[in-house]
């Protein structure tokens, strides 16, 4: 320390001792230093050694970033506490397992970052937390034979993100019967009361081996920056979200390794299951950019894309193939509209090629395998659309409501038996874009609708029949 920080702090410290025979017996200062802080009475004197040249002396708690590390290293891991945060941050084993790490913040106010590396064939990260927290993963591998691989018991947003370059990797048990902490269900691989927001440049990999990869009782949002979401494997759904699903870059990849919908938004709900009224609970699915390639080949009456609100595309690459019996590449509980943004590409590519589903869904079409099913209204404006349809008995797209189409390419190809190439159930309204549908098969038809057909512009090719 040179002579006139000595100075400053001499001062200041002279100032404090000052004021000590004033002072009341609550008083502190804090003397931080190197991102940590001791905290002392004023009354017991000061014991300020300024070879060691803090970084400042405050009468106020400082503003610290509160950053723990867990490294897992094969059968153990390692938690560091700052020394600030010993009350506030309470770290336990699960079970006296030595790699299953449970954390419990205990403070008030502070957004606490959570630094996690390394990897354990028997571990699993729990963190509980009433306030937002930030979790860092770098080249993060976990696997857990006792429930979820990551559970963050907290109803708020945890911001995951991932190293640029990272891999990480995480597996749950396939027992549901068994969790790290006995009071919560096994209920996904990774599982969380609030939203995840994914970010970073790395890539995620989870494995759902007793129900989802990932469940959230909230939304999710992958952001521009993600580099990749891969669902390696899942017993139940890819994805699990409730209030809402948002895709804004990135790859998500999920083929035929989803044992029910590949990605599905409901309605966040309460204790008794009633649908809490909130401005972020549309049960919406949309896609800003990104790409998302979904397979259901194997698994019968599954969504590649599944919402109980809209679906919503402004952009993005959507490569979905509903092969098995009673698949649809998209499914919309609200409206779909489909557009692209100003600087955006949107590209949808949907292979119907399933046969007659084997749970009654529709009330019209209980039976049919389809590309695009949407019970509200379908609206297309821009981007370029392909629809493909093989199966039997399949609808290329299908709106019960009114369809409108006012720019965008779409083309919608049938070949097989008793297809239809759209089906809506009022009114078809075209004035723009370019429109193609056509179909081969016996019994085939190109656009059934129920209402008024309106052609005032764009192009459009197809043979209509009214119902």
């Given at each position: 320390?040179?002579?006139?920080m000595k100075r400053i702090f001499s001062l200041l410290?002279?100032?404090?001792?000052?004021?000590?025979?004033?002072?009341?017996?609550?008083?502190?200062?804090?003397?931080?230093?190197?991102?940590?802080?001791?905290?002392?009475?004023?009354?017991?004197?000061?014991?300020?050694?300024?070879?060691?040249?803090?970084?400042?002396?405050?009468?106020?708690?400082?503003?610290?970033?509160?950053?723990?590390?867990?490294?897992?290293?094969?059968?153990?891991?390692?938690?560091?506490?700052?020394?600030?945060?010993?009350?506030?941050?309470?770290?336990?084993?699960?079970?006296?397992?030595?790699?299953?790490?449970?954390?419990?913040?205990?403070?008030?106010?502070?957004?606490?970052?959570?630094?996690?590396?390394?990897?354990?064939?028997?571990?699993?990260?729990?963190?509980?937390?009433?306030?937002?927290?930030?979790?860092?993963?770098?080249?993060?591998?976990?696997?857990?034979?006792?429930?979820?691989?990551?559970?963050?018991?907290?109803?708020?947003?945890?911001?995951?993100?991932?190293?640029?370059?990272?891999?990480?990797?995480?597996?749950?048990?396939?027992?549901?019967?068994?969790?790290?902490?006995?009071?919560?269900?096994?209920?996904?691989?990774?599982?969380?009361?609030?939203?995840?927001?994914?970010?970073?440049?790395?890539?995620?990999?989870?494995?759902?081996?007793?129900?989802?990869?990932?469940?959230?009782?909230?939304?999710?949002?992958?952001?521009?920056?993600?580099?990749?979401?891969?669902?390696?494997?899942?017993?139940?759904?890819?994805?699990?979200?409730?209030?809402?699903?948002?895709?804004?870059?990135?790859?998500?990849?999920?083929?035929?390794?989803?044992?029910?919908?590949?990605?599905?938004?409901?309605?966040?709900?309460?204790?008794?299951?009633?649908?809490?009224?909130?401005?972020?609970?549309?049960?919406?699915?949309?896609?800003?950019?990104?790409?998302?390639?979904?397979?259901?080949?194997?698994?019968?009456?599954?969504?590649?894309?599944?919402?109980?609100?809209?679906?919503?595309?402004?952009?993005?690459?959507?490569?979905?193939?509903?092969?098995?019996?009673?698949?649809?590449?998209?499914?919309?509980?609200?409206?779909?509209?489909?557009?692209?943004?100003?600087?955006?590409?949107?590209?949808?590519?949907?292979?119907?090629?399933?046969?007659?589903?084997t749970v009654e869904e529709d009330k019209d079409d209980?039976?049919?395998?389809?590309?695009?099913?949407?019970?509200?209204?379908?609206?297309?404006?821009?981007?370029?659309?392909?629809?493909?349809?093989?199966?039997?008995?399949?609808?290329?797209?299908?709106?019960?409501?009114?369809?409108?189409?006012?720019?965008?390419?779409?083309?919608?190809?049938?070949?097989?038996?008793?297809?239809?190439?759209?089906?809506i159930g009022v009114n078809v309204t075209v004035t723009?874009?370019?429109?193609?549908?056509?179909?081969?098969?016996?019994?085939?038809?190109?656009?059934?609708?129920?209402?008024?057909?309106?052609?005032?512009?764009?192009?459009?090719?197809?043979?209509?029949?009214?119902?």
């Amino acid at each position: 320390m040179n002579m006139k920080m000595k100075r400053i702090f001499s001062l200041l410290v002279l100032s404090c001792m000052l004021l000590v025979s004033h002072a009341q017996e609550d008083t502190y200062i804090y003397i931080c230093k190197d991102g940590d802080y001791v905290k002392q009475k004023i009354s017991e004197g000061l014991g300020v050694d300024l070879q060691e040249e803090p970084d400042s002396i405050t009468f106020h708690k400082p503003a610290l970033p509160v950053v723990v590390e867990v490294e897992y290293k094969g059968t153990e891991a390692f938690v560091t506490i700052p020394k600030c945060m010993a009350d506030s941050v309470i770290y336990s084993k699960v079970n006296g397992l030595d790699s299953y790490v449970y954390l419990e913040y205990k403070g008030s106010t502070d957004e606490v970052i959570y630094n996690v590396k390394g990897s354990s064939s028997n571990g699993s990260l729990i963190i509980k937390s009433d306030y937002k927290m930030q979790v860092n993963l770098n080249n993060v591998s976990l696997t857990s034979t006792c429930g979820e691989a990551m559970r963050f018991k907290c109803g708020k947003r945890i911001a995951l993100v991932m190293a640029d370059g990272s891999v990480n990797t995480f597996a749950d048990s396939n027992d549901g019967g068994v969790t790290p902490d006995p009071l919560d269900n096994h209920k996904a691989c990774i599982y969380t009361k609030g939203h995840i927001e994914l970010s970073g440049a790395g890539t995620l990999n989870v494995t759902g081996n007793y129900h989802h990869a990932i469940d959230l009782k909230e939304h999710f949002k992958v952001k521009q920056s993600v580099k990749a979401v891969n669902i390696l494997g899942a017993v139940g759904d890819g994805i699990h979200a409730g209030e809402f699903f948002e895709m804004n870059g990135g790859v998500l990849t999920i083929n035929n390794t989803a044992g029910k919908d590949g990605v599905q938004v409901e309605y966040k709900t309460d204790e008794k299951g009633k649908t809490i009224v909130d401005v972020e609970n549309t049960g919406n699915l949309t896609i800003n950019g990104g790409t998302i390639d979904i397979t259901a080949a194997t698994t019968e009456d599954a969504k590649c894309l599944k919402s109980i609100g809209d679906v919503i595309i402004n952009g993005g690459t959507l490569v979905l193939h509903a092969t098995a019996n009673g698949t649809r590449g998209i499914q919309a509980g609200g409206d779909i509209t489909i557009a692209q943004a100003k600087g955006a590409l949107t590209d949808v590519k949907i292979f119907a090629e399933g046969d007659k589903c084997t749970v009654e869904e529709d009330k019209d079409d209980p039976d049919k395998c389809m590309g695009i099913n949407v019970e509200g209204n379908a609206t297309i404006s821009g981007g370029t659309i392909n629809i493909s349809v093989t199966g039997a008995s399949a609808n290329g797209l299908k709106a019960d409501k009114n369809l409108t189409i006012s720019g965008g390419t779409t083309k919608i190809v049938t070949n097989a038996k008793s297809t239809n190439g759209m089906k809506i159930g009022v009114n078809v309204t075209v004035t723009g874009g370019s429109t193609i549908v056509t179909n081969s098969g016996i019994g085939s038809k190109g656009i059934v609708y129920s209402g008024k057909k309106t052609v005032t512009g764009g192009s459009i090719t197809a043979a209509w029949t009214q119902k």
